[in-house]
C-alpha cells in the first residue's frame, strides 16, 4: 500500500483546480453569491504561519459555500504603498516599486503551495497604477461632492525626514524612523468628511448584528458621542471671550482656571506679540497630536496674565492659561478645569500652585481631595457642595442635565452634543503613495485634475539622498498646465494616506479591471461582503474608514444602497503563537534561537549544535527580532501543506490565540496519513459486513456536527468530530460499499480543511470530478434520531453498569434491566433495593 505523499499530491491538485479554473468567481444571477474576504496583506516579503490560519479559515467558508451551491467570491490583494518601501529603498538604495513587486512575487509563490481557493485572476495591487487611477477618480468624485475639503491643521512633523508621521509612527514622541523628535506643525491638509457622518456611523453600528461585540463597542467608544454644555468665559480686559465645551459642567463651581491649547487663535495672537509666549508654545508643540500622547507627556503651562470672569459670579476670575495637554482639534480647543474631580487637571494645578476645589463628595466620606482626583462613575449619586442648580444628594447624570437646563434658561450656556471623531486628514509628505489628483494654478486656485488625464503615474527616476518627499524636488513631474486654463502650473506632491487604498478595495475586487471605480452590476450581484476575516488591530480605523468610504461612494453612484455598510459579518482571528528560545550571553543578555535550532525533549530544550541549555518562554506572540516565527514553507517541506492548515484549524476555537508546536503538527501529518491509510483500504475492499445502519447513522451525525461547526466558525469543533469519525471507520465492520459511501463524505467533509487529501482520497473512492466542485452532504434528519439510548447505572452515586434500551421503553421495564445487570448485582449482593429511581432517557439510581 502506498503512504500519502504530499510533496507529490498537493501540487497534482494545485494544478488540477488551476486547470479546470475551479476558484475562479463567476457572477451567475441563477445563484446565490457568497463573498468571503481577508483583509489583504502588506507585502513585507514573507508570510508567516499567522497569515496561513488567517486565510485558511476564509477558505474553509468559501470552499464550504461553493459546494452549497453558492457563487463565491474569495480573492487577493496587496495593500502596498507606504513608508516601509521608501525605508527599505533609502537603506539599500533601491526603488520602492522594485522592492514591492519583487516581494509580491516572493509572497505569492510561497501562498500559492497553501491551496487556498483564490481567485488570483482578480489579483492586484493598490501601487498598480490601474488601481490608484481609480482611486483618483474616487477623490474628483468626492472632491465634486464636497466629500473632501483642504484646511490649516496641526500635524505630527518630523523635522528630520521632513514629513508629516500618521500618529502611530510617532513613538514616545519621536519619528519612528529618523529618531528626531517630533513638533506640531501647522500645514494645509487634505480631509475627507468623515466626522460629518458621525451619528449616522454611530447608529449603524446597531443594525452590524454579526460583528463581535468588543468591535462594535471600540467604533462606538472611537466615535465618541458626548453631551455638554457651550459657553464662554468673558475676558476682563475687554478681547473676544474663550468659548468653551465641557461634558462636566455640573462641576463649574470647581473651576481653578481656563486652559487654552497652544493652537488656540488667542495662543497664537499672544505669541506674535510676545517671545516669552512663543517660546513657550514652540516647546508645548513638541511630541505628537494624539490625546493618548498628549495625556502621558509632562504637563506644562504659561499664565498669559489674562483673567475671565466666571459666568455664575462676575465678581470671580480665572486665570488664562496655555497648557500643552489641551488639543486644539477637540471642542472649542478651550476648557475650565476642575482639578478635584479630573486627574489631569488636579496635576497640573499641583505643579503651579492652582487652586483645587471640591464641588462634590462621597456620601458617607466627605473629605477633601488630596492626591488623587475624585472621579466616580457619573452614575452614582454623590453630595454636593452649595450646587447652582439647588442639587443636595444626585447623581451625576442628573447633574449634568440639571446644569445644561439652568445655564440655558439663564441665557448664558447652551447643550450640545459634541462627537470625538475628527475629520480625516489623507496628505503625506511622501512618494510611495497614491498622488491627490489635484493642480496649483496661480489663477484658477486649486484644480480637479480631468479623467481623462488619469492615472496621475508617479515618476520612476526619483532620489531619496536628501530627506523629504522627493515629488517635491521633480520638476518634471511637478509643474504642468492647468487643467482649467492651461497656464503653468503645479501638481500636488502630497499622496494620500495608505488607509485610503485600504478603504474601498473590497469594492474594486467586483470588477478589478474596469475602466470606472466599480461597475454597477457587478457591485450589485457582489457586495456586500458577506464574511470578513482580519485581526482585531484594524477594529477601529480600517473599518471606520471603510464605512465611511462605502457611503461616500454610494452618495458618488459606485455602490448600492444595500453597501453603505459593506461588511456583513466580520470575524477577528486570534494569532498563532509560538515558544520563545533563548540563552544568555556574558553580560547576561538574551540571545534568540529559531525552533529549528533547538531541541526540544521531556527534560528540556538544548541548542542542536552546543547542546547548551535553553530557557524556553512558552506561547508568547511571533517576532522576527525573537526569532520564534514558523516558516510555512518549512513546514510545507516537511509535513506538507494539508498538515499546517490542519492543525492551525483544530487545536482552539479560531478567535483564541493557538500556539504552534513541533508535537502537534507531527500529530496532524499522523492522523492525516491514517486517514488515508485507512480510505486505501476501504478501496480495496469487497464484500458485505454487519453495522451497515450504525455507520451510516454516524456518517449523518458527522455531517450535522461538520456543518454547524464550519457555519458557525467554530472549526475545531468540526474537525474534533472528524476525528471521531475517524476512528468509527477504522473500527467499523460495516459492508465494503457502505464504507466508501461514508470514506466519500469524510473527503468531502474535510475539503475545506485539507483540499489536497480529500481530493486524493475522493478520486481513489471513485468520486466523479473534483471533490472542490462536488455538492456539499446534507445530514438524513431521520437518521438523526436515536432510537436506542446508553443509560448509566448508579448504585449510591457510583457508576456500576449501563443498559441501551429503546427511547420509549416503560420505565417498569427499565428498572427491572437495571437490577438485573451484573454491576448491579455484585453491588447488592442479594440484598433488595431501598429505591429506584429511573429518569428517562438519561440515568437510572439505585438507593441500596
Not at 480631468?450 to 518627499?469: A, C, H, Q, R, T
Not at 461588511?567 to 515558544?579: C, D, I, K, S, Y
Not at 526540544?600 to 526569532?627: N, R, Y
Amino acid at each position: 500500500m502506498s503512504r500519502y505523499d504530499a510533496s507529490t499530491i498537493e501540487p497534482k491538485w494545485q494544478a488540477a483546480w488551476d486547470e479546470a479554473g475551479t476558484f475562479a468567481a463567476t457572477r451567475d444571477p441563477a445563484k446565490p453569491k457568497f463573498y468571503v474576504l481577508e483583509m489583504f496583506p502588506y507585502p513585507s516579503g514573507r508570510i508567516h504561519i499567522g497569515h496561513v490560519r488567517n486565510y485558511t479559515m476564509g477558505d474553509v467558508v468559501a470552499r464550504y459555500k461553493k459546494s452549497s451551491g453558492f457563487s463565491v467570491l474569495h480573492p487577493m490583494g496587496w495593500d502596498a504603498f507606504g513608508m516601509p518601501a521608501e525605508n527599505a529603498a533609502m537603506a539599500t538604495g533601491g526603488h520602492p516599486k522594485d522592492w514591492t513587486y519583487n516581494n509580491i512575487a516572493e509572497m505569492k509563490s510561497q501562498m500559492k503551495p497553501m491551496g487556498w481557493s483564490l481567485d488570483w485572476t482578480r489579483e492586484f495591487a493598490t501601487c498598480d497604477p490601474e488601481y490608484y487611477g481609480q482611486q483618483q477618480a474616487l477623490f474628483i468624485d468626492f472632491l465634486e461632492k464636497d466629500l473632501v475639503y483642504r484646511k490649516n491643521a496641526v500635524v505630527n512633523w518630523d523635522p528630520v525626514d521632513m514629513t508629516v508621521l500618521a500618529n502611530e509612527q510617532v513613538i514616545d514622541g519621536k519619528g519612528w524612523r529618523s529618531g528626531a523628535e517630533v513638533e506640531r506643525r501647522e500645514l494645509t491638509q487634505w480631509f475627507f468628511k468623515i466626522s460629518d457622518f458621525s451619528e449616522e456611523l454611530l447608529e449603524a453600528i446597531d443594525t452590524l448584528k454579526d460583528w463581535p461585540e468588543k468591535v462594535r463597542l471600540m467604533q462606538a467608544n472611537w466615535i465618541g458621542k458626548s453631551q455638554g454644555l457651550r459657553f464662554a468665559f468673558e475676558r476682563t480686559d475687554g478681547g473676544a471671550p474663550i468659548e468653551v465645551y465641557t461634558t462636566r459642567p455640573d462641576t463649574l463651581m470647581g473651576a481653578s482656571f481656563v486652559g487654552i491649547s497652544p493652537d488656540h487663535p488667542l495662543a497664537k495672537e499672544l505669541e506674535a506679540a510676545d517671545p516669552k509666549v512663543a517660546e513657550f508654545c514652540a516647546t508645548a508643540r513638541k511630541g505628537g497630536t494624539t490625546a493618548e500622547a498628549i495625556e502621558t507627556a509632562e504637563k506644562l503651562g504659561y499664565d498669559t496674565g489674562l483673567r475671565v470672569k466666571h459666568p455664575l459670579d462676575p465678581n470671580w476670575e480665572l486665570p488664562v492659561w496655555i497648557a500643552n495637554f489641551i488639543l486644539m482639534d477637540y471642542g472649542t480647543g478651550a476648557i475650565f478645569a476642575c482639578p478635584a474631580h479630573d486627574q489631569r487637571d488636579l496635576d497640573f494645578c499641583r505643579k503651579y500652585d492652582l487652586p483645587v476645589i471640591d464641588t462634590f463628595f462621597a456620601l458617607n466620606d466627605p473629605k477633601p481631595v488630596e492626591g488623587e482626583a475624585f472621579v466616580p462613575p457619573k452614575s452614582d449619586k454623590v453630595k454636593w457642595v452649595d450646587h447652582f442648580a439647588g442639587l443636595d444628594e444626585a447623581t451625576g447624570e442628573e447633574a449634568i442635565a440639571a446644569t445644561i437646563d439652568y445655564a440655558e434658561k439663564q441665557g448664558w450656556g447652551k447643550g450640545h452634543t459634541q462627537y470625538r471623531l475628527r475629520d480625516w486628514g489623507l496628505s503625506r509628505q511622501r512618494y510611495w503613495g497614491c498622488p491627490i489628483p489635484v493642480v496649483h494654478c496661480g489663477d484658477c486656485g486649486v484644480v480637479p485634475e480631468k479623467k481623462e488625464n488619469l492615472p496621475i503615474e508617479l515618476p520612476y527616476d526619483v532620489s531619496f539622498d536628501v530627506p523629504g518627499n522627493p515629488l517635491d524636488r521633480h520638476p518634471t513631474w511637478r509643474d504642468c498646465a492647468c487643467p482649467s486654463c492651461g497656464k503653468p502650473a503645479k501638481r500636488e506632491t502630497d499622496t494620500m494616506d495608505t488607509f485610503v487604498d485600504s478603504s474601498w478595495y473590497f469594492a474594486r475586487f467586483t470588477a478589478p479591471r474596469a475602466t470606472t471605480p466599480t461597475v454597477a452590476e457587478d457591485a450589485d450581484y457582489w457586495m456586500n461582503v458577506d464574511q470578513y476575516i482580519g485581526g482585531i488591530e484594524h477594529a477601529i480605523l480600517h473599518l471606520l474608514y471603510s464605512r465611511f468610504f462605502a457611503r461616500a461612494m454610494h452618495i458618488c453612484g459606485h455602490l448600492p444602497e444595500k453597501s453603505k455598510e459593506p461588511f456583513n459579518a466580520l470575524f477577528t482571528q486570534g494569532m498563532v503563537t509560538h515558544a520563545i528560545y533563548q540563552t544568555r550571553d556574558a553580560e547576561g543578555r538574551a540571545v534568540y534561537h529559531f525552533p529549528e535550532d533547538v531541541e526540544v525533549s521531556e527534560s528540556g530544550a538544548t541548542l542542536k549544535a552546543t547542546g547548551e541549555a535553553v530557557e524556553v518562554i512558552p506561547s508568547a506572540k511571533m517576532s522576527k527580532s525573537k526569532k520564534n516565527v514558523v516558516d510555512p514553507l518549512e513546514i510545507i517541506a516537511q509535513y506538507g501543506a494539508d498538515t499546517a492548515r490542519w492543525f492551525v484549524m483544530s487545536d482552539s476555537p479560531p478567535e483564541r490565540d493557538v500556539e504552534w508546536t513541533a508535537s502537534g503538527a507531527e500529530g496532524a501529518s499522523k492522523h492525516l496519513a491514517r486517514v488515508y491509510r485507512i480510505a486505501a483500504e476501504i478501496a480495496e475492499a469487497t464484500g458485505t459486513g454487519e453495522g451497515d445502519e450504525d455507520l451510516l447513522r454516524e456518517m449523518h451525525k458527522t455531517i450535522k456536527a461538520v456543518t454547524d461547526g464550519i457555519e458557525g466558525f467554530a472549526f475545531n469543533t468540526s474537525i474534533a468530530k472528524l476525528y471521531g469519525f475517524t476512528n468509527t471507520l477504522s473500527k467499523s465492520k460495516a459492508g465494503a460499499e457502505t464504507k466508501k459511501t461514508a470514506m466519500r463524505v469524510m473527503a468531502q467533509l474535510m475539503a475545506p480543511m485539507t483540499p489536497h487529501l480529500a481530493e486524493e482520497v475522493w478520486a481513489m473512492l471513485g468520486g466523479e470530478g473534483l471533490v472542490a466542485e462536488a455538492e456539499w452532504p446534507v445530514a438524513d434528519e431521520a437518521m438523526l434520531v436515536e432510537d436506542t439510548v446508553t443509560m448509566p447505572i448508579q448504585v449510591n452515586g457510583k457508576r456500576r453498569d449501563e443498559i441501551t434500551v429503546p427511547k420509549d421503553m416503560d420505565k417498569a421495564e427499565v428498572e427491572k434491566l437495571a437490577l438485573d445487570t451484573d454491576g448491579v448485582k455484585r453491588a447488592l449482593d442479594g440484598n433488595a433495593p431501598k429505591k429506584v429511581i429511573v429518569v428517562p432517557g438519561r440515568i437510572v439510581n439505585v438507593v441500596a
